[in-house]
């Protein structure tokens, strides 16, 4: 009994390595899958990191405003990135990543996940899963609807700002988006933005142009041909911020490599978190010096301001500079912004936090900067993707901004803005324990 025991046993475990070629030769092998893991894992990770910028802007914001505006800062931000999810799934995910179509305009529809558990067989082992492809756009149109928001704090009544937000996440942004990412005439045309200096931050600067045009400057900001400063309540809380999304800033420029299944893949995305942090170090640094020449002091808001130009300089291609290249785009929008905070305040502009010269004014710059290190640009085509992105985002962005101030209103009255939007808008204060400022 024993042996008849043995001789089956032995006969099994010389038929398993039979087996298990079998089933080798129906799967596919790890040469096929493992790009497919690797491109998944690299769009979470950076998903999960670019999310965190969500902080970052709610930090900063709440740093850059008065402690009576807060609550209404932190309400916007949490509230903007939850629209922002739903309106992407509901049609804009499909809008901006059509497949066929005629280049400019397509309404998708709701987007659909694979199948729980899907086979490697029924996965499409080209690219990455759609949910993770899906979490990693998401999180981009939310950080555009972000940087509207801070241009726009401290007077802007919360209802119609979200409505703005659908508008802008769900149509605005998706449509233009597909222009160049989803394979639209920009991108047939030739136009270069690698990470989105223009797609993402120039969008937002331009959204953001329109909403204080039509809704005008704060109460007491631009009096007797003065600009009356009006200090932030924590600028430790505004570096915190800074320092959030520095970090997301390479997933948001790292995961648009938008592989890593290769040596080479992964090689890029390390030169890219290496040319990122040059940029940034760079924007800091050119700005707290000229800041120092200028203003006699060095000015700290400027310093994180530069920091954050920096960043979205090199967005537009972070991969082909050397680091020295990294530095030099990154000192130029360092000096953009000390120049262009100024430029505004003369012509009445009021943008509280230096949204616009940050994702705007080093926006456009960004994107011309791509002719110095990617051959595949034109000057011509990079302008031309410039101004379509402007002339579509600035005037759809000022008729709905118009609708919605004809319509409900968007300016809360100058009582509730001297008392403070924290308890005009939401009915409590950031920080309770202290008299309002």
Not at 135 to 163: C, D, H, M, N, Y
Not at 203 to 229: E, M, Q, S, T
Request: glycine letters at 12%.
């Amino acid at each position: 009994m024993k042996l008849k025991k043995s001789l089956l046993v032995g006969a099994g475990l010389t038929a398993l390595p039979t087996l298990a070629l079998a089933q080798d030769a129906a799967a596919p092998g790890f040469d096929e899958i493992g790009p497919y893991i690797m491109t998944t894992l690299l769009f979470c990770m950076a998903g999960f990191l670019v999310f965190f910028m969500a902080a970052g802007f709610a930090m900063l914001e709440g740093g850059l405003v008065r402690s009576k505006n807060v609550t209404m800062q932190m309400t916007k931000n949490i509230a903007l990135f939850s629209i922002a999810a739903i309106m992407y799934w509901l049609v804009g995910f499909n809008t901006m990543y059509p497949g066929d179509f005629n280049g400019y305009f397509a309404l998708g529809g709701q987007t659909v996940l694979d199948a729980v558990g899907v086979s490697a067989a029924d996965a499409a082992l080209d690219y990455a899963s759609v949910g993770s492809d899906f979490f990693f756009q998401l999180v981009f149109v939310a950080a555009t609807a972000s940087i509207v928001s801070g241009a726009v704090a401290e007077r802007i009544k919360l209802w119609p700002f979200l409505i703005f937000v659908i508008v802008l996440t769900g149509f605005m942004y998706p449509i233009s988006g597909s222009w160049k990412w989803g394979a639209g005439w920009l991108d047939a045309a030739g136009f270069q933005d690698f990470a989105g200096s223009t797609v993402v931050h120039s969008v937002g600067g331009w959204a953001a142009l329109a909403g204080i045009i039509v809704l005008g400057p704060r109460l007491g900001k631009y009096k007797d041909g003065r600009v009356n400063p009006m200090p932030g309540s924590n600028l430790a809380l505004a570096t915190l911020g800074t320092f959030i999304l520095w970090l997301g800033w390479f997933g948001f420029n790292g995961g648009s490599q938008l592989a890593m299944g290769t040596v080479g893949d992964v090689s890029d995305v390390s030169r890219i978190f290496a040319n990122t942090n040059m940029a940034a170090a760079a924007g800091a640094v050119t700005a707290l010096v000229l800041s120092q020449i200028l203003y006699k002091k060095p000015d700290l808001t400027m310093v994180l301001n530069g920091a954050l130009a920096g960043l979205v300089s090199i967005t537009a291609e972070p991969l082909a500079p050397t680091l020295f290249g990294a530095l030099w785009i990154g000192a130029v929008g360092g000096i953009i912004v000390v120049l262009a905070i100024p430029m505004l305040d003369k012509f009445k502009l009021d943008d509280v936090v230096g949204a616009i010269p940050v994702h705007l004014c080093a926006g456009i710059w960004g994107t011309i900067a791509v002719v110095f290190y990617n051959s595949d640009a034109s000057l011509t085509t990079q302008l031309l993707g410039i101004v379509a992105y402007g002339v579509f985002t600035f005037v759809a962005s000022l008729i709905v901004w118009s609708i919605l101030k004809a319509v409900i209103g968007i300016r809360v009255s100058e009582e509730d803005e001297i008392n403070g939007l924290d308890m005009a808008e939401l009915g409590m204060e950031a920080y309770p324990e202290f008299s309002k400022g």
